[in-house]
């Protein structure tokens, strides 16, 4: 993000940009880890069926 001819002026705020974007990712992985879980642990028990 920082090191070429056209740095931003305030490199914390892209500093900051970046820490956003991290967390915004790992709550996405969360949640649909979550939800892959709770999709397993209900087709174990026969209550979805894909065919």
């Known amino acids: 993000m920082m ?3 056209e740095d ?3 490199g914390n ?3 900051g940009a970046v820490f956003g ?3 915004i990712y790992i709550g996405f992985f969360v949640f649909c ?3 892959a879980l709770l999709h397993y642990r209900e ?3 026969g209550a979805i ?3």
Do not use: I, M, W, Y
């Open 3 to 5: 090191g070429s001819e």
């Open 8 to 10: 931003p002026k305030d």
């Open 13 to 15: 705020a892209v500093a």
């Open 21 to 23: 974007a991290v967390f």
């Open 33 to 35: 880890g979550f939800q």
């Open 43 to 45: 087709s174990r028990r």
């Open 49 to 51: 069926a894909l065919s």
